[in-house]
């Protein structure tokens, strides 16, 4: 009994000594895909560490490999600020994650596609009709395959949705195993150098093709100059990319899975400008209904309130 | 302890409030049972009051764990749905199917190894070199020899099950014991009559466990050989579930796993007995 | 002291200037030195000796479980190579297959299938040790006195030649021993099978044999041969009867201060 008492009163006491305080470290998360440009530019000329370490801050990077994992590290209070697509990003928010998107880490609408492996006889996407379409579930890509079957008035219904991981789709296609797949870069520009696959429809007209940069509440409430200066940042790295192709890919092929010939073709696709436009709040409003209306998310995710607009607007970064 | 005495003070006026005699004796077996009942209970019990208590503390965010009540939650909307039943279904399907092959050539490779010292020399190092890679690492290859259907997944799972069945189905035969075997050729029995009669019945108990070693085992690997393109399964329902950040149903979803994993080993013990019911095994104070 | 060899009856049993050793680490043990002696056919012989003396390892060496470094052992005129259903077997344990029933046990003993448990063969022998009616009863089902005497019913079925008992009792109970020295003798008024028991039991090596031939250990040789020659049934607080067994027992201990002291 009293060992039992002692438990309880001790976690009480964990309890009320939770550390609350300013920052000693930010610690941003990452993934390895050329979708994300300026932060490895960021990251590989240290103009992040300049900046912060004028204030005793140091920085941590973490690299994982997709939305998923980055979502339950932020859950388990490790990050602070991260870059993601925008579905992960609003199936945490769906979940209780408190964080806010600050910000705009790339557009592209040719970033995702639906393909079909070069030999396939699939011209248009009213014939994939009861045929095998792989996809990873809850990534914006997902959006993108709604959208392309809706645009020949079919459903989830009318195909068969194989549920892979995005290198495992890579695999399949090269196999034959799948009659189509839902990719984005850089295995999309890959596999196409390759001459594995075909482009079936991609993003343009129908989804920009939306990445996020998250902060949580927490970290940002708190100490919001440095959400200033990594928005700043990032436009500088988006202005370098635009100035200098050749060496931006260069230094991006360091970090992510492609030469930089192939870099030079991806970099190009996209438009990596940081500040939130109302037509970027439109398509995060877009993906958010679609996941609800799929079942990926239960609860409804207000995303007025999601977006937070004041530290970009604090920038300069418009 | 408290709650102890509680319960055996409620089984004592629930005994004495009817007749004498035969009524007493009833309820002092009612007693032991419910004493022994709590005996199994009071982990977990302690467990589930710890965990709801940090998520009342919120000590730990509910994004990252959630508590009792959500899970609990969760579990019975998958079981309204009839959502869990057919992922369980699904999923003991598969593990049934690759633990009955490994069953299948594990029993007979080691038999044939256990008798044959020519075989295992041949097999042995094979064995030992295989037997250490979790199935997990399979995946890969897997998917590449037998595409994303059935197939990879069964794969995943035989090699669960395998290489515990085999391993301990060589041990068994070779641990026939000596005694025996100055029996045997004392009454000059044949080789074929002896393996047949003698080693095979004298190593059944040692297969029988070996069999529920290797479908706990096989059912462990469900969760990673449903990683590989599945639409159903427990497994399944654990990933799809982390990647839509709801751990309440990845949670839901291991304790659905460690449930059935046990009725499993429960009823292969049960089945062990009947079979071997001539060995006299320790069960323990 | 050679045996007729020509002569010899196909019980006759003839051990003659045995040895073997045994390496145990690196030592080398002796733990038969010259052996011999003879059992004629239907005779009953029993070897006593304090544990380590080699009594056993000779009745392996009959059995044909171990083999001589040196010497002969002849039943009948056939010098012994291996174990055989001609020489059966009693050990201590009563090594029943647990799998199989009491009948199931004696039939697999005959060969052939082990359901043939009608035969009448091993209704016969189940019977005559006194287990008819646990015939279906499976070894843990017994208690131990029942479990030797299955033993022993399965060691009778082939008929053999010789009946050769390594500390059969040694693992019952003083009361259930007396009942089986009793339930040996009576099978072998019936069976007339050639027996050679060890035992470390004094009184039993009286009690059952013929002869008995006392043992000493390292090097295992053979200190003494008597005969018995009380007329059965036997009862073992008769004079003669405590005679030899005093006899026996001095063999061992010298009366007096130490009484549990070796003689040598």
């Known amino acids: ?318 | 302890m408290l709650s102890s005495t509680i319960v055996t003070r409620w089984l004592q006026a629930f005994g004495s409030s009817r007749a004498e005699g035969n009524a007493s004796k009833r309820a002092h077996f009612a007693l032991a049972a419910g004493r022994r009942a709590l005996h199994y209970a009071s982990l977990p019990i302690a467990a589930l009051c710890l965990w709801q208590l940090t998520s009342v503390l919120d000590l730990v965010p509910a994004v990252a764990m959630p508590s009792p009540a959500q899970v609990a939650r969760a579990f019975l909307e998958l079981v309204r749905t009839g959502e869990l039943l057919r992922h369980v279904a699904m999923s003991l399907a598969r593990v049934l199917e690759g633990t009955a092959a490994a069953a299948a050539l594990g029993i007979g490779l080691g038999i044939g190894v256990g008798l044959s010292r020519r075989l295992e020399r041949a097999t042995d190092l094979m064995l030992e070199l295989l037997r250490p890679i979790p199935p997990i690492a399979w995946i890969p290859l897997a998917i590449l020899w037998f595409g994303i259907g059935e197939l990879s997944k069964l794969f995943i799972i035989f090699l669960g099950a395998f290489f515990p069945i085999v391993m301990n189905v060589i041990s068994g035969i070779r641990q026939t014991e000596h005694k025996f075997v100055e029996v045997a050729r004392i009454l000059e029995v044949p080789r074929a009559r002896f393996i047949r009669h003698v080693i095979v019945p004298g190593a059944l108990p040692v297969i029988m466990s070996s069999l529920r070693l290797g479908l706990g085992i096989a059912w462990m690997c469900v969760v990673a050989a449903e990683l590989i393109a599945a639409s159903s399964g427990v497994g399944y329902l654990i990933m799809d579930a982390r990647q839509l950040s709801r751990p309440d149903v990845v949670l839901a979803g291991m304790i659905t796993i460690g449930v059935v994993g046990k009725a499993m080993d429960v009823a292969l013990k049960r089945l062990e007995r009947r079979v071997v019911e001539w060995k006299v095994i320790y069960q323990g104070e | ?264």
Not at chain 1, 282 to 304: N, P, W, Y
Not at chain 3, 103 to 113: H, I, K, M, P, S
């Open chain 3, 1 to 264: 002291m050679s045996s007729v060899r020509g002569g010899a009856r196909a019980g006759d049993l003839s051990i003659e200037s045995v040895h073997k050793t045994f390496t145990i680490g690196r030592r080398a043990v002796s733990a038969l030195c010259d052996i011999t002696l003879q059992v004629e056919e239907g005779g009953f012989l029993s070897i006593v000796g304090a544990s380590g003396c080699g009594k056993s390892t000779l009745l392996r060496i009959v059995a044909g479980l171990e083999r001589a470094d040196r010497g002969t052992v002849l039943l009948g005129s056939q010098p012994i190579r291996g174990p055989g259903r001609d020489r059966g077997m009693v050990f201590q344990d009563h090594r029943l297959f647990p799998w199989l029933t009491v009948e199931q046990n004696v039939a697999f003993a005959l060969g052939g299938d082990p359901s043939r448990v009608s035969s009448a063969v091993v209704q016969q022998r189940v019977e005559l040790v006194g287990l008819a009616a646990f015939r279906g009863a499976y070894p843990h089902q017994l208690s131990g006195g029942m479990a030797q005497r299955a033993a022993i019913a399965r060691a009778l079925v082939n008929r053999p030649r010789v009946l050769l008992l390594d500390e059969p009792f040694g693992a019952l109970d003083a009361l259930t021993r007396i009942q089986m020295q009793q339930e040996i003798l009576r099978i072998r008024e019936v069976e007339r099978t050639t027996m050679v028991l060890v035992t470390h039991d004094i009184e039993e090596a009286i009690f059952l044999g013929d002869r008995v031939v006392v043992m000493s250990s390292s090097p295992g040789t053979i200190r003494r041969t008597l005969e018995v020659d009380l007329p059965r049934p036997r009862s073992r607080s008769r004079h003669e009867f405590m005679r030899l067994r005093r006899s026996i027992y001095a063999e061992f201990f010298t009366e007096g201060d130490e009484p549990f002291a070796y003689a040598i």
């Open chain 1, 1 to 318: 009994m009293k060992t039992a008492i002692g438990i309880i009163l001790g976690l009480l006491v964990v309890a009320a000594c939770k550390q609350e305080g300013e920052a000693k470290v930010m610690r941003v998360a990452l993934q390895p895909f050329p979708l994300y440009g300026p932060i490895f530019i960021i990251r590989q000329k240290g103009w992040l560490e300049d900046e912060l370490n004028r204030k005793s801050i140091t920085v941590k990077w973490t690299f994982f490999q997709a939305g998923p994992p980055e979502n339950e590290s932020f859950a388990a209070g490790e990050q602070d600020v991260g870059v993601m697509g925008d579905s992960p990003a609003i199936i945490a928010r769906a979940a209780g994650q408190n964080t806010r998107v600050v910000g705009i880490s790339a557009t592209g609408p040719r970033m995702l596609a639906v393909v079909v492996p070069r030999s396939s006889d699939i011209r248009s996407p009213a014939e994939l009709k009861g045929k095998r379409v792989a996809v990873v579930k809850g990534s914006y890509a997902h959006h993108l395959l709604a959208l392309v079957l809706e645009g020949v008035h079919l459903g989830f219904g009318d195909v068969q949705v194989i549920n892979l991981t995005h290198a495992d789709i890579g695999t399949a296609l090269q196999k034959g195993d799948i009659d189509a797949g839902t990719i984005w870069e850089p295995l999309l520009t890959k596999l196409e150098m390759e001459g594995t696959i075909r482009v079936l429809q991609d993003g343009t007209g129908i989804k920009k093709g939306t990445l996020v940069i998250l902060a949580t509440q927490a970290f940002a409430s708190r100490n919001p100059e440095l959400i200033q200066i990594f928005l700043r940042l990032y436009r500088r790295g988006q202005q370098f990319i635009q100035a200098h192709p050749e060496e931006a890919a260069a230094i991006i092929s360091r970090d992510v899975n492609l030469s930089p010939n192939q870099l030079l073709k991806v970099l190009a696709k996209s438009d990596f400008d940081p500040a939130l436009h109302a037509d970027d709040v439109e398509e995060l409003k877009k993906s958010e209904s679609f996941m609800r209306s799929a079942g990926i998310t239960r609860a409804a995710v207000d995303i007025d309130a999601f977006v937070d607009n004041r530290y970009a607007l604090a920038a300069g970064v418009r």
